[in-house]
């Protein structure tokens, strides 16, 4: 018995977690009619994934199906969401990724009909637990055209995506924390959304950027612009590469100002911190204590 893995392909419990975290995607208007599909990878070559032609919101654990990474159905009543391929090309470029949520929130889902990027260096919680939302390009759903859009996207510390035209896809190490990830970029596209009707919007400036970056690390969050030196602090380049002709470019929102990236900028903000330790004051224990209440708060826990 060497593989990490125990078949969780009868496993009731994750069958009901997937049927629970439907109900709150309809709860939430994330998904209208039979919209979105959930799944969890439950063994080396097997997932549990919600069924096609379901409302998200009704789903008993019967009516859940398992397919191999493959896409192949291994079991269930039901046919299995055409969709299962977009969750699968994740699993199996991110084996970190054990759960995946498709849907189609109103607010995120408006950003990819618009094309407007999703604007960084604004809110402290989509700093620290999201960071950069990237945009896959659209493609017809359902077969492995669409499934491979997200491909170049996929890169450590990415966590949640605009489908252009489609909706969002999140995921993460386990089914809550990839549903409160679209939970969070459709809260944070509302925001937006409401701030622009309010005024303008205002970004955070450099410090204030860096240090949300700093407490990510200090965290153990792990986040592209920890990765990629040429990447700026607040823009779009780590996915430049990926993005080619598809790449959205801000119309209604105003460019985010352009600073030195956090690997670029963190010498001189690592010997700044050697010779103040801004770090360990009490002032700053208080703020990561306040963003994470803040954040485990708004997560509901
Ligand atoms: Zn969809």
Redesign the pocket.
């Given at each position: 018995m060497s593989s990490p893995w125990n078949s969780g392909i009868n496993d009731r419990r994750l069958k009901e977690q997937i049927c629970e975290i439907g109900r709150r995607v309809y709860a939430k208007g994330f998904a209208a009619a039979n919209?979105?599909?959930i799944s969890i990878r439950v063994g080396e070559n097997e997932v549990l994934c919600s069924p096609t032609m379901i409302c998200k919101g009704f789903m008993t654990p019967d009516d859940i199906c398992a397919v191999d990474l493959d896409g192949n159905q291994l079991a269930g009543k039901r046919k299995r969401t055409s969709?299962i391929l977009l969750h699968l090309s994740v699993m199996r470029a991110r084996p970190d990724v054990k759960a995946v949520v498709?849907?189609?929130p109103p607010h995120a889902t408006a950003f990819g009909v618009a094309r407007e990027p999703i604007p960084q260096c604004i809110l402290p919680e989509v700093e620290v637990f999201l960071g950069e939302i990237p945009f896959a390009p659209y493609e017809t759903?359902g077969g492995q055209k669409f499934a491979d859009t997200v491909l170049p996207f996929l890169k450590p510390g990415t966590n949640a995506m605009i489908?252009t035209n489609?909706?969002t896809i999140s995921f993460g190490p386990d089914l809550e924390t990839a549903y409160w990830r679209t939970e969070i970029v459709d809260a944070y596209c509302r925001i937006l959304i409401l701030a622009k009707q309010v005024g303008n919007i205002s970004y955070l400036n450099e410090r204030e950027s860096r240090e949300l970056l700093d407490l990510k690390k200090k965290l153990n969050i792990d986040d592209p612009r920890f990765h990629d030196v040429s990447c700026d602090l607040c823009g779009n380049s780590a996915f430049r590469d990926g993005y080619k002709e598809n790449m959205p470019e801000p119309c209604g929102f105003p460019a985010p100002p352009a600073f030195p990236g956090y690997l670029a900028g963190s010498s001189a903000a690592t010997s700044a911190a050697v010779a103040s330790p801004a770090t360990n004051t009490p002032q700053f224990d208080a703020l990561v204590k306040a963003i994470t209440e803040q954040v485990l708060a708004a997560l509901g826990k």
């Open positions: 919209d979105g599909n969709e498709h849907c189609h759903p489908l489609h909706g």
